[in-house]
Structures are given as C-alpha cells and as structure tokens.
C-alpha cells in the first residue's frame, strides 16, 4: 500500500521522520534525529518494543509470562527477545590485576524441582563487579572456567566456602575460607533470589532450560 504521507514523528524520540526509500510496497521512514529506520505502522506490536523494556522488567522480578501480559505481545516473542539479548552480552571486559575476588554458587531447577543446577559466579570483593559466571553442575569442570578466569587475572585473593573441589583447583597460598568471607557475594545472591522471578525460593518458578536461565542472569549482571 502506497503512503501518501511525506513525513510522521519517530515511534521513539518523537523528532521529525523523513521517507526514505520502500520495502516491497511499504514506505520506509527514517528519523532525523536518532536515525532509526521505521514503518508508519506495523503489523506486529514487538517491533515497537525496546531491548530497554525488557531488561528493565526481567530485573524487576517479572517471569515471562508477566513481562507478555504487561507489554502485550506473546510469550514466544519475549523468550526470543531475551534469548537475543542473552547471547548479545559479553562477559564484562575490564579485569584487572591483584584484586580480592569472592567465588560462590547459588542452586535451581531446570525442568522440575528433582533437578537441581547451580549458578556460579565469582565477584570482585571491592569493586562488587561480577567477572565471571556459570550454570549447569556444581563440579569441577565448571567451577574450574570460573577459577581459572581469576587466576589468569593474577588473583591476591580468593574466598570461597569450604567445598572440596576449591581445595584442588585455587593454590594454597590465594585460598581463604574463613569465616563471613563471601558475604558480599552472599548478599549477591539475596538480590538474585529477590530480582529474578525463575530464581524465587518456595513457588513453582523456575527455569525450563539452561539456555533461559543463563540469558536471564547475564542480563542482570550485565547489561
Ligand atoms: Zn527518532
């Protein structure tokens, strides 16, 4: 359908749009202030909505099906959106030398509630910037990823509990388990469990894939 229409306000920034070209028989716009390129309408209501909208609402304790009734598109577009954002999120980049780190994990389901993941991840004790983590098995493969991120970054120190499998893989010298050590990262994990809705303890949230669940915490810590 053509439009006869030679300028609109962005859907964004509300500026000015100018047209700019055609896809098929649709007339293309684009803005002159933020430089999208947009339709005049759209036949799905998603294209409207922001990355924005849905970090902000998976970091305020919305499920899935929560964040589709308040923005009203579907559920499979929001786990698409997320998944999307997920795999779009680099671990964070800046890791610097000689820092204090606390290394903790924090347990889910995935599936039903007789299988129990974790979710490890290490911080950095003083700025509290989480460097690394991790979800699947609380075993030696996997807490060695996030060990060995720290060591390669030179570690002064490591807190950890006393789970065995830290006695073998951080050298004696690094290692302290002492007591109220990984307070910060335990207080991490409070805010975890009060933010993320799949992480809630005692109802039935919880994730239905490791894909979900690690897309959903990595845009809580990083983005
Ligand atoms: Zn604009």
Request: hydrophobic share 35%; glycine share 4%.
């Amino acid at each position: 359908m053509l439009s006869k229409i030679t300028c609109m306000n962005c859907h964004y920034c509300h500026e000015t749009c100018i047209r700019k070209g055609k896809q098929k028989t649709v007339q293309i716009y684009q803005c002159k202030s933020c430089l999208k390129y947009q339709r005049q309408d759209y036949k799905y209501r998603s294209k409207l909505i922001e990355d924005q909208q849905l970090i902000q609402l998976v970091k305020e304790g919305c499920g899935i099906r929560s964040i589709a009734r308040v923005l009203t598109i579907s559920n499979s577009t929001v786990l698409r959106r997320i998944l999307k954002i997920g795999r779009s999120i680099k671990r964070s980049p800046t890791v610097s030398f000689g820092q204090t780190y606390q290394v903790d994990e924090l347990f889910t389901y995935i599936g039903n509630k007789n299988n129990r993941v974790c979710v490890a991840y290490s911080l950095n004790a003083k700025t509290k910037e989480v460097i690394d983590l991790v979800v699947g098995r609380r075993n030696k493969t996997n807490l060695k990823r996030i060990i060995s991120t720290l060591l390669l970054s030179d570690a002064k120190q490591i807190t950890t509990d006393k789970l065995n499998i830290y006695k073998e893989l951080i050298p004696v010298r690094i290692h302290s388990t002492k007591n109220r050590g990984i307070n910060h990262i335990e207080r991490q994990n409070l805010n975890l469990r009060t933010h993320i809705k799949r992480l809630n303890r005692r109802t039935i949230c919880y994730s239905k894939s490791a894909t979900m669940l690690l897309a959903v915490v990595k845009i809580y810590f990083w983005s």
